[in-house]
C-alpha cells in the first residue's frame, strides 16, 4: 500500500538531532492546528492587563509583622501579655507579644515601610501594590492551602492555574498552561494544591524540578538519537492505519496530535532551563552567583518563570526552596534564623525578577503575586515563634495591571487582625482574573449539578488595586 | 455551646418580649431622635444600606436596616438591637469585630467613635423615627417541595408497565428489547443502525467492557472460528462469570465513593483497613450481590441482622459496606474542630447523594436546593443520621462462629450458674469456721503494738515478739494466719473502704454504739457529698477568655450509669464483649484459676466484658452529649484505652486534641476514678468509647468538679450484728454463712457481694480445707466446657464500618455556618419528596432509611444504576450526567428505556450481571464503531446511537493492558496491594519513606494502593479521578503527560523489554513470525500485510543502523511503539 510521507517522517528525515526539529510549518497544520489543543489560547471577557501570571507562592505563611506590615505597638507591649482578644490557634501556645526582631525602614517614594527581611524587595517598593489586609478562613496547613489555591478549603478542586489554563489556554506552543517550579518543597496537602480537581486533566500543574529530569518522563530513554525518531516514524504510519481502519474520529486524532505538542516539549523543556544564554548581569541580578544554595535555587526559579513568560505560558507558581533546619516559613520557633534564610532564599531573586521583568518591558502585562497561605501571630507562640494567623496578614502584587506603589487595607494595632478594607482569598482570584481579562463569575465548569467557578459563589473585584 | 450559639439563643428570647416595646421610646427621650440623626442614621445609611436595604435591593442575610421595624425584628441571625442593653445587641457584636465569622461591616471595621455612639444609642433605648413597613424579605417562599418534585421527571416513579415500542420495520435488526427502543429513535430520526461489529471487534470490545484485561491470542482464536450459533452468549457468560469482572467494574464503583486508603492533607495518614472495602466491593460484584442488598449494606451493613458471609474467609461481608462513609480526607488538628466536622460530614452528604441517588443534596447545605425538591430542612435531617452513627472498627471475623459461642457461653452459664455458686456457698461455712478463734487474739496482739514513730510494724512485731508463738500455739492458731490477722487489723482500721471496718474498730475496743454510728455517719456524708457535687463550668468570655463559674450537679451530669438496667436506647456496643447489658449486682464473675474459681460477685451494677469471656472483642460507648463541665469522671476497673470523639473527629495526631485519648489501668482490683480534662470542648458534642484491654468493667461515667465521693451505705447484716447482743466472733461468721445461704437460695445482692467479695480476697485468713469437693469437681469441669467453647471465637479481623449511637438530630445552620445553628431540631428523615417525615424512635435510624431508598418507590436508586450501567457500556449514559439526575442534569435521550432498564432491574432481583447481558446482547451494543458520514450529520453527538462510539481505555485499563501484554501481570486477587509506586519525581518532602516497586508486582491497577497525597502519576494522567467525591463519568482528557509516559516512562520502557523477551521465547525467531505473534497479543487481531511490513521494515532497519544482528533491541523498540499505537489505548 503505497503512503505518502507523513509529518512524522519529515520530521524524522529532518532531524539531526533531538531538539533541533524546525516545527513552524507543523504549527502552521490546520490538521494539527490549535482548535485540538485543549490549550489553544481562547479570548477573554474583557481586555486583558496581565497575559500571566507568576504565583510566588510563600509555603508556610510569612509573618506580616516582619516583613511588610510594620507594627510600632508591639515594640511597646513587647513581652507584655497581648492585650487584645486572641482566638484559637493550631499550637494553642500563647507566649507574650512578640515585637519583630528586624527593623523597618521607609522605601520610595511611596515610602513603604519594609523589614530588613526584604532590603531587595524594598527596592522596588514602587512597583507594589501590598494589600494588608488579607484573610483567610482557615488555621491550618492543607485546608488554607488547598483555599489558597482552589478557593475551597477541602482536597479535589482545581487550583487557579488549572482554572486560568482551561479558562485561557496559553500562547505557548510547546508547553501546557499551567507550570509549577517546584523549588525543593511542597505544600502540606501535597501535589493536589495544583490539581485539576473536575477540570481535564490537561489542566494540572506540570511540574518542574531542578535538576537532571526537570520534568517528570520528559527524556527520551532511548540509549542511541534517532531510534525515538524512527520510532515515532513508525507510530505514525501505523496511527494513520488506525485512522483509516477505525475512522477519522475526533478522540483518536486529537490523541494523534497530542503527541505532537509531547514531541516539542522534550525540546522546549531542556532548551527552557538552560540558561546559558543570559547575561552575566542577568545571572547577577537573580542572585545565581549567591554563596547561599537556596538563594541559587530560588533564583533559578525566578529566572525560569521569566523565560515560561515569554513562551507565553499562563500561570507560574513557584515553590519556595528547601532549606535545612527550617520547616518552610512555619515559624512556630526560632523565628529570627527562620524567617532569616528564607528570606535570604527569596528576596533577591524576586526583586531581581521584578527588575529583569521591568526592564524588558513585561512587567506591565505581567502579574506577580507574593503569598503565603496565611500570616503569624504578632504574639509569640512559646517564647521565640508565631503561630498560624488568618486573620489578617500580607500580600503584593506587581505588574499586569496591578496599581503600582500603594498599600491598601489595614489591620488593627497589633497586625492580628484585617480591620480596613478587608479582602479574602476569593476577592485575590476575582481580581487576579480580572486583571487576566476573565469575569470570575462567568468562567464556569458544569459540577456537581451547577456552574462552578475559582470564587464558588463569593468573591469582588478590587477595583482600587488596579491600575 | 460556642459563644453565638448562646449568644443567639438569649437574645432570641429577648428579642420576643422585646419587640412590642420601643414604638413609644422616641417620644420619651427628647434628644434621642436628634441624636439618632446626627450621629445613627449617616453610620448606617453609608455603612449598612447597601447590603440591607429596599431602596438598594438587597436584602442579605434577610436583615433590612432601613426602618425601625427591620432593624428590631431582624435577620437570619436573629434580632439586631435588644434596646436598652448593648451588651445583648447582636449589632454590637459584629460591628466590633468580635466574632471572626460575624464582622460587618464587611471590609472595613467601623471606627471606635461609631461603635462608641452606636453603644450610647442603644443604652438610650434605640429611639429612631424611622417608620414604615419593613419589606417582607423571604427568599423561602418560592420554595415548593411538591411543585419541583411534580415539574421534573425523575421525581417520578418507575413505571412499570413500560412496552418496547412497536416498530415500523425491524428488518430483522432487534435482538432485544432494548434494541426496539433505539430503533425507533433511529427510525424517528430517518436514521438506521450500524452493522455488526466483527467478531474480533467483539471480543476485545467485550473483554475491556467486562474485566478489563485483553483477551489472549488463543481467546480470540477460540470464539472467532467457533461455530456455535450461540458463541457470543457462551462468551458473555464466560466474562460474566470471571473473577476479572469485578474489578473492573469494582472500579468504576470506588469512583463513587471517593476510594483511597490514606486521608490525604498534611501527613496523609492511612484510613485503617480501607482495602478491605475494596475487596469487598470486588467480592461483591463477582458474587452478583442484589443491588438493592448491595445499597442496604452501604447504608446500614453493620445493622443487617444475618450478614452476608464471604465464603473464603466467613467474615462479616455486609458490614464492610459501610466502611465507604469514612473513605474521605480528614483533618489532624483542627482548630476549628466543629467547622471541620460539617465539611466531613458535606462530604458524606455529597458522596452518598450522589452515587446513590443522582441528586446533589450537597448543594441545600447553605440554602434550599436551587432547582430539585431537596430543602434544607432535607440535608440536615439526613445529616442527623450520621451525628447518630459512629466510625467503628468492627470485628468482621465469622459471625456466626461468635454468634453461635455466645450463645454457647451464656447457656452454659446460665445452665450452671445457680449450681457453681450454690456448692461456692456450701464452702463458706467451713472457710470462716475459725474466724471466731483468730479475731480477739490478732485485735488482743494488735492493741499491744505500740505506736508512734519508732512503732514495729505488726509482721515485725510478730515474728520478733516471744510470746505471740506461744499465744498462737495455745490457742491452736497457725503463726503466719495469726500474723495476717494482724496486718489486715492494722490496715482495715484505718480504711473505711473496707466493708469492715466498723467491726475491726468494735474488735480493737470501740463500743458497739459509737462504730455503728460512725458507718452511719460516713453513709449520710458520704451521700450528701455526692448529692452536691460542683460543676466547673467554664464559660467562653469572647473565645479564649474565660471564666469559671460553679454550679451543682444535675441528672444530667450523669452520662452513662450502668448500675441499673439499660434500655436498649441507652447500650452502645461494638463486638459481644459487653453482652445486651450490663451485668446485675450479686452476679459472680468466674475465672479460670482452680483456685479462684469466682473471681468476685459484683457488687453494683457495672459495664463488664468478662461476664461471659474476654475473648470476644469490642468496645463500649456512651450517647453522644453535649460537654458541660470541665472534668469528666470514669469508675471503673481493670484496663482500657478511652478515646472521646468530639464531633466525630477521628484523626487525632497533635498538636491539639490529643487529650481526647487515655488510658485506663486500675493496677489491681480496685474500682477507680479517672478524671479526664475536657474544658476545651466545653459547648461541643462529643461521644466517649471505651476499648478494653483485658478485663475492664465501667460502673459510670459522669461530669463533676473534683473527684466524685463514692457513697458508703451501711450494710445492714453487720448494723444489724453491732445492735445485737452477739459475740463479734461468732456474729460475723455467722453473717458470712447467712449471706452464702441467700447466695444459695438466688437472693444475692449488692450487700451479699460484698461480704461474699470479703471472703474472696481474705482466703489467706480463712480456712482452707484441702479439698472442696464437689465445688472443686464442678468448677474445674465448668472451666473446661467453657474454655473450649471459646477456642471456638475466631480471632479478630477488622474492618471500617459505622456503629450506631444515640439518635442525634441536627438544628439547620443558617447559610450552611455552623456557627450560626437554629434553635429547633430536624427529625432524622429521609428527603421528604420521596418519603413522609418520620422521626426514628432510637438510634439512628439508618436501616429504615436505606429500606426506603430501595423501597420501588423511590425512582432514583434504580433509575442511577441502570443508568451507570448503560454509561460504562456505550461511554454515555443515557442520562448523559450520570451523578445528576436533576433539573440541572442533561435530559434523558431514551427516557423510556431507562424506565425500562430500570423496572427489569427491580423485577429481576436487582442483578446487575442480568441487567448487564442484556445490554451487550443488544444489536446496539454489537454495532460497529466505524462513523458513518452520513449519520453524523443529522446526529453528530451519536446521542441515538447509530453507532458504537470509540472510546479511550482508562488509566487503569491502560496500565493492566501493559502488563498483560508483556506478560508481566499477576492475577492475584485480593490481599492488600502493593505499596503505590514513588517515583524519583513525586518524592518530595512530604513523601512517605519507602516505596511501591515500579511495576506494582505486576497487580491490576484495582490493588495498587491509592495513597491521597502520592497519586499514581500515569492512572492520574489517563484521569483517574482525585478521590475527593463521585465521579460517575470520568473526563477525558488529552494532555501531553500522556503521550510523554507512554514515551519515556521506565515503566513502560520494562514492559517491553519484557514482552520482547518473551516473544523471543515463543519459538520464533522470524521476523515475520514475532511481528504476527506480537500484533496478537497487542490487538487481538493479525496485522495487515502493509503493517507486518512496516514492523519488519522497522525491525531490519534498526538492525542495520546498530549494525549488530541482534533482535533483542529492535524488537524491544518495535514492543515499545506498539505500546504508543493509538489502537492500544482506545477500543472501537
Redesign the interface.
Known amino acids: 500500500?503505497p503512503?505518502p510521507m507523513s509529518r512524522r517522517e519529515m520530521l524524522g528525515r529532518c532531524a539531526t538531532g533531538f531538539g533541533a526539529v524546525a516545527l513552524s510549518s507543523l504549527l502552521a497544520d490546520p490538521a494539527y492546528g490549535k482548535a485540538?489543543?485543549?490549550f489553544a489560547p481562547r479570548k477573554p471577557h474583557h481586555d486583558a492587563k496581565a497575559k500571566s501570571v507568576i504565583f510566588l507562592y510563600m509555603d508556610g505563611g510569612v509573618s506580616q509583622v516582619d516583613s511588610f506590615d510594620y507594627k510600632p505597638r508591639l515594640e511597646k507591649d513587647n513581652g507584655k501579655p497581648f492585650s487584645a482578644?486572641?482566638?484559637?490557634?493550631?499550637?494553642?501556645?500563647?507566649g507574650k507579644t512578640l515585637k519583630s526582631p528586624w527593623n523597618f525602614k521607609q522605601y520610595g517614594q511611596s515610602g513603604l515601610n519594609v523589614s530588613d527581611l526584604f532590603p531587595h524587595v524594598g527596592e522596588m517598593a514602587d512597583e507594589l501594590c501590598v494589600v494588608r489586609s488579607m484573610t483567610s478562613k482557615?488555621?491550618?496547613?492543607?485546608?488554607a492551602n488547598f483555599f489558597l489555591h482552589t478557593g475551597f478549603?477541602?482536597?479535589?478542586?482545581p487550583s487557579m492555574g488549572a482554572w486560568m489554563s482551561y479558562g485561557l489556554g496559553t500562547e505557548a506552543t510547546d508547553l501546557?498552561g499551567f507550570v509549577v517550579l517546584?523549588g525543593?518543597?511542597?505544600p502540606?496537602?501535597?501535589?493536589?494544591n495544583f490539581?485539576n480537581?473536575?477540570?481535564?486533566?490537561?489542566h494540572?500543574a506540570?511540574?518542574f524540578?531542578t535538576g537532571k529530569?526537570p520534568?517528570?518522563?520528559?527524556?527520551?530513554?532511548?540509549?542511541?538519537p534517532?531510534?525515538?525518531q524512527?520510532?515515532l516514524g513508525?507510530?505514525n504510519?501505523?496511527?494513520q492505519?488506525?485512522l483509516n481502519?477505525?475512522?477519522?474520529?475526533d478522540?483518536?486524532e486529537?490523541?494523534?496530535?497530542?503527541?505532537e505538542?509531547?514531541?516539542r516539549?522534550?525540546a522546549a523543556v531542556p532548551e527552557l532551563i538552560d540558561v546559558k544564554g543570559e547575561t552575566e548581569a542577568t545571572r547577577k541580578l537573580y542572585g545565581l552567583d549567591s554563596k547561599y544554595d537556596p538563594t541559587r535555587t530560588f533564583g533559578m526559579q525566578c529566572l525560569i518563570a521569566r523565560r515560561l513568560v515569554e513562551k507565553g505560558v499562563r500561570f507560574i507558581e513557584l515553590t519556595c526552596p528547601?532549606i535545612s533546619g527550617n520547616d518552610r516559613w512555619d515559624a512556630h520557633g526560632g523565628l529570627k534564623k527562620n524567617h532569616g534564610d528564607n528570606s535570604r532564599a527569596t528576596d533577591q531573586p524576586i526583586a531581581g525578577l521584578l527588575r529583569d521583568l521591568k526592564s524588558r518591558g513585561m512587567l506591565k502585562d505581567t502579574l506577580v503575586v507574593w503569598s503565603g497561605e496565611f500570616g503569624r501571630t504578632p504574639f509569640a507562640q512559646g517564647s521565640n515563634g508565631r503561630d498560624h494567623n488568618p486573620?489578617g496578614f500580607t500580600i503584593w502584587m506587581a505588574g499586569g495591571g496591578a496599581k503600582p506603589g500603594i498599600t491598601y487595607g489595614a489591620t488593627?494595632e497589633f497586625g492580628y487582625?484585617a480591620?480596613?478594607?478587608?479582602?479574602d482569598i476569593h476577592d485575590m482570584h476575582a481580581t487576579m482574573l480580572h486583571l487576566l481579562g476573565m469575569d470570575h463569575k462567568k468562567m464556569t465548569y458544569?459540577f456537581?449539578?451547577?456552574d462552578m467557578r475559582l470564587t464558588d459563589v463569593h468573591g469582588h473585584v478590587a477595583h482600587d488595586l488596579i491600575a | 455551646m460556642s459563644f453565638f450559639q448562646r449568644l443567639l439563643q438569649g437574645t432570641a428570647a429577648i428579642g420576643l418580649g422585646m419587640s412590642a416595646w420601643p414604638s413609644g421610646l422616641a417620644a420619651v427621650e427628647p434628644g434621642g431622635i436628634e441624636f439618632f440623626e446626627n450621629h445613627i442614621r449617616p453610620v448606617l445609611v453609608q455603612n449598612c444600606y447597601k447590603c440591607h436595604s429596599e431602596e438598594a435591593g438587597k436584602a442579605k442575610g434577610e436583615l433590612l436596616l432601613d426602618t425601625r421595624e427591620g432593624l428590631l425584628k431582624g435577620g437570619e441571625a436573629g434580632p439586631t438591637i435588644v434596646p436598652g442593653d448593648p451588651k445583648a445587641s447582636l449589632l454590637l457584636k459584629v460591628v466590633s469585630?468580635?466574632n471572626?465569622d460575624l464582622?460587618m461591616p464587611?471590609?472595613?471595621?467601623l471606627p471606635d467613635d461609631a461603635i462608641a455612639k452606636l453603644t450610647k444609642w442603644i443604652e438610650m433605648g434605640a429611639p429612631d423615627p424611622r417608620d414604615g413597613k419593613s419589606a417582607e424579605i423571604s427568599d423561602k417562599g418560592e420554595f415548593d417541595i411538591a411543585k419541583r418534585k411534580a415539574e421534573h421527571w425523575a421525581w417520578q416513579s418507575v413505571p412499570r408497565d413500560v412496552q418496547p415500542p412497536a416498530l415500523d420495520a425491524d428488518a430483522g435488526w432487534p435482538r432485544t428489547s432494548i434494541d426496539q427502543f433505539v430503533l425507533a429513535r433511529l427510525q424517528q430520526a430517518k436514521l438506521s443502525p450500524s452493522g455488526p461489529a466483527s467478531r474480533q471487534t467483539m471480543i476485545r470490545r467485550l473483554y475491556f467492557d467486562l474485566t478489563g484485561l485483553p483477551p489472549t491470542p488463543a481467546e480470540v482464536e477460540a470464539f472467532v472460528s467457533d461455530t456455535s450459533p450461540i458463541a457470543y452468549e457462551n462468551l458473555v457468560e464466560r466474562l460474566l462469570a470471571s473473577p476479572h469482572f469485578g474489578e473492573r467494574w469494582g472500579q468504576h464503583w470506588l469512583d463513587l465513593v471517593?476510594f483511597a486508603e490514606t486521608r490525604?492533607?498534611?501527613a496523609?495518614y492511612p484510613i485503617p483497613q480501607a482495602y478491605r472495602y475494596r475487596n469487598y466491593v470486588v467480592r461483591a460484584l463477582n458474587a452478583d450481590v442484589p443491588y438493592n442488598d448491595f445499597v442496604v449494606e452501604h447504608v446500614a451493613g453493620d445493622m443487617v441482622k444475618q450478614p452476608r458471609l464471604d465464603p473464603a474467609t466467613r467474615e462479616n461481608e455486609s458490614a464492610k459496606g459501610a466502611g465507604f462513609w469514612h473513605l474521605g480526607?480528614a483533618?489532624h488538628?483542627?482548630?476549628?474542630i466543629r467547622g471541620d466536622e460539617c465539611?466531613r460530614v458535606h462530604?458524606q452528604i455529597?458522596v452518598y447523594s450522589?452515587a446513590f441517588l443522582g441528586l446533589?443534596m450537597?448543594?441545600a447545605r447553605c440554602h434550599d436546593h436551587?432547582?430539585?425538591a431537596i430543602s434544607t430542612a432535607d440535608y440536615y435531617a439526613f445529616a442527623g443520621y450520621l451525628q447518630s452513627s459512629g466510625y467503628h472498627l468492627k470485628d468482621v471475623a465469622d459471625p456466626v462462629a461468635q454468634d453461635s459461642a455466645h450463645k454457647k457461653l451464656a447457656k452454659l452459664r446460665a445452665e450452671n450458674e445457680t449450681r457453681l455458686v450454690t456448692e461456692y456457698a456450701a464452702t463458706v461455712k467451713t472457710r470462716v469456721s475459725r474466724i471466731g478463734d483468730y479475731l480477739p487474739v490478732a485485735a488482743k496482739i494488735l492493741n499491744e503494738i505500740p505506736t508512734g514513730e519508732d512503732a514495729p510494724k505488726p509482721a515485725d512485731y510478730i515474728a520478733s515478739h516471744p510470746t505471740v508463738k506461744a499465744v498462737a500455739e495455745a490457742a491452736k492458731l497457725n503463726t503466719d494466719k495469726l500474723a495476717a490477722w494482724v496486718a489486715y487489723f492494722d490496715k482495715a482500721r484505718g480504711s473505711v473502704a473496707d466493708p469492715l471496718h466498723g467491726i475491726v474498730k468494735v474488735a480493737l475496743g470501740q463500743s458497739r454504739g459509737d462504730s455503728l454510728a460512725a458507718m452511719r455517719k460516713l453513709e449520710a456524708d458520704t451521700t450528701a457529698q455526692a448529692k452536691s457535687v460542683k460543676i466547673i463550668e467554664t464559660v467562653e468570655e469572647?473565645?479564649?477568655?474565660y471564666v469559671k463559674s460553679e454550679r451543682d450537679w444535675r441528672a444530667e451530669d450523669m452520662v452513662a450509669d450502668y448500675r441499673r438496667e439499660q434500655d436498649s436506647g441507652e447500650w452502645f456496643t461494638g463486638g459481644k464483649q459487653f453482652g445486651a447489658g450490663p451485668m446485675k449486682a450479686g452476679s459472680p464473675v468466674f475465672g479460670n484459676d482452680p483456685k479462684r474459681p469466682i473471681m468476685e460477685f459484683n457488687e453494683n451494677g457495672a459495664a463488664r466484658n468478662d461476664e461471659l469471656s474476654t475473648r470476644f472483642s469490642g468496645l463500649i460507648r456512651t450517647r453522644t452529649f453535649g460537654v458541660n463541665g470541665d472534668m469528666l469522671w470514669y469508675r471503673y476497673k481493670g484496663k482500657a484505652d478511652v478515646f472521646m470523639a468530639v464531633n466525630s473527629h477521628r484523626q487525632v495526631a497533635g498538636?491539639?486534641h490529643g487529650i481526647v485519648r487515655q488510658k485506663l489501668d486500675s493496677k489491681g482490683d480496685e474500682w477507680k476514678w479517672h478524671g479526664h480534662r475536657v474544658r476545651d470542648y466545653i459547648g461541643f458534642r462529643v461521644h466517649v468509647e471505651f476499648t478494653p484491654r483485658g478485663d475492664f468493667a465501667l460502673e459510670r461515667v459522669q461530669f463533676g468538679g473534683s473527684e466524685p465521693p463514692v457513697i458508703r451505705p451501711v450494710n445492714s447484716r453487720l448494723a444489724k450484728l453491732l445492735e445485737s447482743d452477739t459475740g463479734l466472733a461468732k456474729g460475723l461468721a455467722d453473717v458470712f454463712v447467712s449471706a452464702a445461704t441467700d447466695l444459695a437460695g438466688g437472693k444475692a445482692g449488692r450487700e451479699t457481694a460484698q461480704l461474699l467479695n470479703w471472703v474472696i480476697r481474705h482466703d489467706n485468713l480463712l480456712e482452707r480445707p484441702a479439698d472442696l469437693g464437689q465445688a472443686a469437681a464442678g468448677f474445674a469441669a465448668y472451666q473446661k466446657q467453657r474454655s473450649d467453647i471459646e477456642k471456638s471465637i475466631p480471632g479478630a479481623s477488622w474492618a471500617l464500618t459505622l456503629l450506631d449511637g444515640s439518635g442525634e438530630d441536627e438544628p439547620i445552620l443558617v447559610r450552611g455556618n455552623h456557627k450560626s445553628p437554629e434553635t429547633k431540631l430536624v427529625p432524622r428523615s429521609f428527603l421528604e419528596a420521596l418519603a413522609k417525615r418520620e422521626a426514628p424512635s432510637r438510634g439512628s435510624g439508618r436501616m429504615a432509611l436505606a429500606r426506603r431508598m430501595v423501597d420501588p418507590a423511590n425512582p432514583f436508586v434504580s433509575r442511577v444504576v441502570v443508568n451507570r450501567v448503560w454509561h460504562h457500556l456505550f461511554g454515555r449514559g443515557i442520562v448523559e450526567?450520570v451523578?445528576?439526575l436533576?433539573a440541572?442534569?442533561k435530559a434523558p435521550t431514551h427516557p423510556n428505556l431507562l424506565d425500562f432498564l430500570a423496572s427489569q432491574l427491580m423485577d429481576r432481583d436487582w442483578s446487575l450481571k442480568d441487567m448487564i447481558r442484556q445490554v451487550v446482547l443488544s444489536s446496539t451494543y454489537r454495532q460497529s464503531?466505524?462513523?458513518n458520514m452520513a449519520s453524523a450529520k443529522v446526529d453528530p453527538n451519536n446521542y441515538l446511537l447509530h453507532r458504537m462510539p470509540?472510546?479511550?481505555l482508562q488509566g487503569e485499563v491502560i496500565r493492566d493492558r501493559l502488563l498483560a501484554v508483556s506478560g508481566r501481570i499477576d492475577k492475584r486477587q485480593f490481599g492488600k496491594g502493593p505499596m503505590v509506586h514513588i517515583?524519583?519525581?513525586?518524592r518530595?518532602?512530604?513523601s512517605p519513606g519507602g516505596s511501591g516497586p515500579m511495576d506494582g508486582d505486576g497487580r491490576r491497577s484495582i490493588y495498587v494502593e491509592v495513597r491521597?497525597?502520592?497519586?499514581e502519576?500515569m492512572l492520574?494522567?489517563?484521569?483517574k479521578?482525585?478521590?475527593?467525591?463521585t465521579?460517575g463519568k470520568r473526563?477525558?482528557?488529552?494532555?501531553?503527560?500522556?503521550?510523554?509516559?507512554m514515551?519515556?516512562?521506565?515503566f513502560v520502557?520494562a514492559q517491553a523489554s519484557i514482552w520482547a523477551d518473551a516473544l523471543l521465547n515463543s519459538g520464533t525467531s522470524a521476523t515475520g513470525e514475532l511481528v504476527n505473534l506480537a500484533y496478537q497479543q497487542a490487538f487481538g487481531r493479525d496485522p495487515?500485510?502493509?503493517?507486518a511490513e512496516?514492523?519488519v521494515g522497522?525491525i531490519e532497519?534498526?538492525k542495520k543502523?546498530?549494525g549488530n544482528d541482534s533482535l533483542k533491541?529492535p524488537l524491544i523498540?518495535?514492543c515499545?511503539?506498539?505500546f504508543?499505537?493509538?489502537?492500544f489505548?482506545?477500543v472501537?
Not at chain 1, 480591620?419 to 479582602?423: H, P, W
Not at chain 2, 479521578?1025 to 467525591?1029: L, Q, R, V, Y
Request: include cysteine; aromatic fraction near 8%.
Open positions: 500500500m503512503r485540538k489543543s485543549p482578644k486572641i482566638n484559637p490557634t493550631q499550637f494553642d501556645n500563647i482557615f488555621s491550618e496547613h492543607n485546608s478549603g477541602v482536597q479535589g478542586r501546557p517546584n525543593g518543597l511542597i502540606s496537602g501535597g501535589w493536589d490539581g480537581g473536575f477540570l481535564p486533566a490537561s494540572q506540570t511540574v524540578k529530569e520534568l517528570a518522563d520528559i527524556r527520551p530513554r532511548e540509549s542511541r534517532g531510534v525515538q524512527a520510532k513508525l507510530l504510519k501505523l496511527d492505519g488506525v481502519r477505525l475512522g477519522k474520529v478522540e483518536l486529537s490523541a494523534i496530535a497530542n503527541y505538542m509531547a514531541y516539549m522534550q528547601r486573620f488593627d487582625r480591620v480596613e478594607n478587608k479582602l458544569f456537581d449539578g451547577r | 469585630y468580635e471572626e464582622q464587611p471590609k472595613n471595621k471517593r490525604g492533607h498534611e496523609d480526607e483533618t488538628s483542627p482548630v476549628d465539611n462530604n455529597d450522589k446533589t450537597g448543594c436551587k432547582f430539585d469572647g473565645e479564649r477568655n498538636p491539639l450526567t451523578d445528576n436533576g440541572t442534569g464503531s466505524k462513523p470509540i472510546r479511550r517515583t524519583p519525581f513525586m518530595n518532602n512530604r491521597r497525597n502520592h497519586l502519576p492520574m494522567a489517563f484521569d479521578p482525585t478521590p475527593f467525591s465521579i473526563v477525558v482528557s488529552n494532555s501531553p503527560a500522556q503521550p510523554l509516559i514515551l519515556n516512562n521506565p520502557h495487515e500485510p502493509w503493517e512496516a514492523a522497522f532497519a534498526q543502523e546498530t533491541q523498540d518495535l515499545h511503539t506498539l504508543n499505537v493509538k489502537e489505548v482506545f472501537n
